[in-house]
T-cell receptor
Framework: QQQVKQSPQSLIVQKGGISIINCAYE??????FPWYQQFPGKGPALLIA?????SEKKEGRFTISFNKSAKQFSLHIMDSQPGDSATYFC?????????????FGTGTLLAVQP | DADVTQTPRNRITKTGKRIMLECSQT?????MYWYRQDPGLGLRLIYY???????NKGEISDGYSVSRQAQAKFSLSLESAIPNQTALYFC??????????????FGPGTRLTVT
């Protein structure tokens, strides 16, 4: 059972454009929503994360938008650059941090064309 | 990535063979995790350990076993490898409490092929 659904599976964006990746979750007990970035041959690395007490978090060109009522969150990459080309995973965790188990989405392969 | 190391980085083995993947970390974290990554399926949790004496099954533990030899070492074993265990395997660590405990640090991965 996929508790975190991610779309699209792949995305091609022109340099300077906006990349948008969406995720939806089912479990209302989740209270931590990170995005991980993975380059080829590397392990995933935390990019940005949000908690449900805010609707948006911005770090540089990366923004998470969070809609608690819809149980959805999305990653926006502004002014996308070729160096942003990577696989992006959304995830969710919760239960008050007691377990810290991350439930990952299926990933989005982003290609930013120069 | 250098804080979490995995060996081997690549391995090809035959069906029925026993294989061990090793993970070491210098981050001083108590919690360690093993995931497998498959195309189109994302990362799925195999086992996790909150300390040397605490090991728990994850989402897909069948066919796998683990050993937490020390705080810094967490090994994943495939007792009798089968082709559908061909995947990319990642080890990860995290702190044991507080808000920082949510962030997981991943190793570089082991690409395992079972023929």
């Amino acid at each position: 059972q996929q508790q975190v659904k991610q779309s699209p599976q792949s995305l091609i964006v022109q340099k300077g454009g906006i990349s948008i990746i969406n995720c939806a979750y089912e479990n209302t007990a989740f209270d931590y929503f990170p995005w991980y970035q993975q380059f080829p041959g590397k392990g995933p690395a935390l990019l940005i994360a949000i908690r449900p007490d805010v609707s948006e978090k911005k770090e540089g060109r990366f923004t998470i938008s969070f809609n608690k009522s819809a149980k959805q969150f999305s990653l926006h990459i502004m002014d996308s650059q070729p160096g942003d080309s990577a696989t992006y995973f959304c995830a969710a965790s919760g239960y008050g941090g007691a377990t810290n188990k991350l439930i990952f989405g299926t990933g989005t392969l982003l290609a930013v064309q120069p | 990535d250098a804080d979490v190391t995995q060996t081997p980085r690549n391995r090809i083995t035959k069906t029925g063979k026993r294989i061990m993947l090793e993970c070491s970390q210098t981050k001083g974290h108590d919690r360690m995790y093993w995931y497998r990554q498959d195309p189109g399926l994302g990362l799925r949790l195999i086992y996790y350990s909150f300390d040397v004496k605490d090991i728990n099954k994850g989402e897909i533990s069948d066919g796998y076993s683990v050993s937490r030899q020390a705080q810094a070492k967490f090994s994943l074993s495939l007792e009798s490898a089968i082709p559908n265990q061909t995947a990319l395997y990642f080890c990860a660590t995290s702190e044991s409490g507080g808000k920082s405990s949510y962030e997981q640090y991943f190793g570089p991965g082991t690409r395992l092929t079972v023929t």
